[in-house]
């Protein structure tokens, strides 16, 4: 039985994943929850804040190498190259950062007597090739071979699994789907971008019209899900050394959601119209600060500081200038399932949710809002 707190070190905790994970952990009776980023952290109550540049191996080992706290690691920190989302993560020297990131929080925590228990990594439907496959077989395993095409999810990997094998700590590797969750300026999170993007057409007095391309049966993730299935795996022998796939439980289809989405955030549906968000919503930057001016929005001025790169994420995910039909993009969840996390969420709710705690943090007009204030 547990006699002392836990402490985790939540790395990437600015991000949607992270900083769904330091909200959890930081709730959680007998942990203590410190979050690690470049830029300062808005903390949750209970939880710590360690300010450090993930690629500066010195910074990071004088930050680290002397902790005698730091039981659990969740590292959640990805590099991604500005204004290239998608094609950087074929590129080899996003990789390679990526890589040299992780070691650099690792290895110094990492020694001989050290109280490192457990290190959890995110990995995610790229592992399948989802985003260089036309199609991937239904459903995808981990029990699966590794698919044959460069990734720094396989440099990571194969790095946990070298160090591990020579101590005493275990590990865990996620892949979550489609990862939806509140975090502000995250490259791959769509809810910031679609709710500029509802805004901007509420102002000029037009309807929420479907932007992306053909439909795709997909699935999503809750971040705050991964951050459940992430401490159950912190403490669970089932989870030891084992790669789980994650998702909420059931499967969507962006036109089929969007009839929710759009009550959501208190806007009519309208007909689909083809676009890249990716393309058009950097270029409205003084429309947004007119928005957050006229709704006195706590939400950041500076769009990009907003939505990150998430406006082409959402290009990609809505499959935006491909031709239909495509085929579905499944992966199993029964190994965690039969592992012992059994957590899900109805991916409609799980929308609502996340445009929910965006208008509650004023961070987007409310729905009273958009029903009833006139367009600019």
């Given at each position: ?83 290239g989302l998608v094609g950087g993560w074929r590129d080899q020297e996003q990789m390679h950062i990526n890589l040299q990131m992780l070691r650099n ?272």
């Amino acid at each position: 039985m547990r006699t002392s707190p836990q402490t985790v070190l939540i790395v990437g905790a600015t991000g949607v994943v992270g900083q769904a994970c330091l909200r959890h952990f930081a709730s959680l009776p007998g942990w203590n929850a410190i979050g690690v980023a470049r830029r300062p952290i808005t903390l949750p109550p209970g939880a710590h804040s360690l300010q450090l540049d993930l690629q500066d191996e010195a910074a990071c080992r004088t930050a680290l190498a002397g902790r005698d706290d730091v039981t659990h690691v969740l590292y959640a920190a990805v590099y991604e190259q500005p204004g290239g989302l998608v094609g950087g993560w074929r590129d080899q020297e996003q990789m390679h950062i990526n890589l040299q990131m992780l070691r650099n929080v690792v290895e110094p925590l990492d020694r001989p007597g050290g109280p490192l228990r457990h290190v959890t990594i995110m990995q995610g439907g790229k592992a399948y090739g989802v985003h260089i496959h036309p199609q991937i077989a239904v459903p995808a395993r981990e029990r699966w071979p590794r698919d044959a095409h460069e990734n720094f999810y396989w440099l990571q990997e194969d790095f946990l699994r070298e160090r591990q094998a020579k101590a005493g700590w275990h590990f865990s590797i996620m892949r979550p789907r489609i990862v939806f969750g509140d975090a502000a300026g995250s490259n791959m999170n769509p809810i910031p971008a679609i709710g500029v993007y509802a805004w901007l057409r509420h102002e000029q007095g037009l309807s929420l019209a479907y932007p992306g391309g053909p439909a795709r049966v997909n699935q999503a993730i809750d971040a705050d899900l991964i951050a459940q299935a992430c401490a159950w795996a912190a403490e669970s022998p089932n989870a030891r050394n084992e790669t789980f796939n994650l998702e909420n439980g059931d499967v969507f289809v962006w036109q089929n959601v969007w009839p929710a989405i759009a009550d959501a955030l208190g806007m009519p549906m309208g007909e689909p119209e083809p676009q890249s968000l990716g393309a058009t919503l950097p270029a409205q930057q003084q429309a947004w600060e007119r928005i957050v001016d006229k709704y006195q929005l706590a939400a950041p001025r500076d769009l990009a500081a907003f939505i990150g790169q998430g406006a082409a994420y959402a290009d990609f995910q809505m499959n935006h200038g491909k031709a239909g039909p495509l085929p579905p993009v499944i992966m199993s969840s029964v190994k965690i399932r039969q592992a012992g996390f059994h957590a899900c969420i109805d991916t409609e709710d799980m929308f609502r949710k996340w445009f929910g705690q965006l208008q509650q943090r004023r961070l987007l007009p409310t729905v009273a809002q958009a029903r009833g204030a006139q367009p600019a």
